[in-house]
């Protein structure tokens, strides 16, 4: 092998190299300085999840805000969740989300709030319960109208976001702000 | 004979011991497109079952729901984020109202009526918002 090839061989390995680090990791949330500094309390029991796809028995809670409990929690096969549920029925969330996603830099909020439409005439909807979570940094969750207006600011503390009763009316989004009320992020 | 005998006592056993392994089955279910499969949610896509949206919604029979779940997937592409191009609002309706949570994500969830404030008989539903959606749907009551 002469010293051409030798060198042709070298730049092709560290070519793939590169390559391979890129792809995999792609997508890695690890990689992303976004955190939960929030890691909950003991590992409880968790019940009342008919979920084939992800299988949940276990989880922490993160935070209980007036009548919600907030939980971090585990799929058999390791994979992340979060949920929300009930203080009277803790360890029984009623609403969970699996996003590999989550906490990241493109990803700083998981967003579990329920909205409502009366109308069938236009996909409209406003809040009926705001409720999530929030990597380290966000300060607060704005929720705009169709024309950009704040309709409403919620607080994130510990990780976690709610709010009982939103304001009545058509919401188009919602972002992130920081701490200077700068913003971080903006749902499409 | 007293081989062939065997073979089909064996085989019952192993038929039995699969049955109870299983876990029980639902009261009712009801997946979209099918139990075993993905389809594209659009604009214009409807299941024709008298959803709250003609167009755009995927919807099951009224039942007393234990929860609906979404998998959504990364078709036709994520970002390094995993979201995707398209936006839908699962969750259930009733004659009055339509509620659920929105996601951008290729994700898995699972919401129950009762987190939605919604009781009584309900049709779990899945609503394109925006983009190109590839999900499956079900619900077990």
Sequence with gaps: ?188 | MKRFVLFVTACACVAAVAALARPAAASASWCWPSCGGYGLLGQWTSTYTGCWFSSGEVCSYYNGWFNVGMAKTCYPGCDWNYRTTGVVLYGFENHDRIRGVFTDRAETVYTRPSYLGLSGLTRAQVTWYAGTNQVNAAAIG
């Excluded at chain 1, 029925?89 to 493109?106: A, I, L, N």
């Design chain 1, 1 to 188: 092998m002469n010293r051409r090839t030798k060198l042709a061989v070298a730049l092709l390995v560290v070519a793939g190299a590169t390559l391979g680090g890129m792809l995999v990791t792609r997508g890695d949330a690890s990689r992303d300085t976004a955190t939960l500094s929030n890691q909950g309390g003991t590992t409880i029991a968790i019940s009342g999840l008919r979920m084939k796809l992800a299988t949940i028995r276990a989880g922490t809670v993160l935070a209980t805000r007036r009548d919600r409990v907030f939980y971090r929690l585990t799929t058999v096969s390791g994979e992340q969740c979060f949920g929300v549920g009930v203080a009277t029925d803790v360890g029984t969330p009623g609403s969970v989300m699996c996003q590999r996603g989550f906490p990241s830099s493109g990803s700083p909020v998981l967003d579990l709030s329920v909205y409502e439409g009366t109308r069938h005439d236009a996909k409209e909807f406003s809040l009926f319960r705001v409720e999530g979570f929030a990597a380290d940094g966000v300060a607060a969750l704005q929720f705009f109208r169709p024309n950009g207006d704040v309709a409403l600011t919620v607080p994130v503390s510990g990780n976690v976001y709610s709010a009982a009763s939103p304001p009545k009316g058509p919401i188009a989004g919602y972002a992130a702000v920081d701490k200077e009320g700068k913003r971080v992020w903006r749902s499409p």
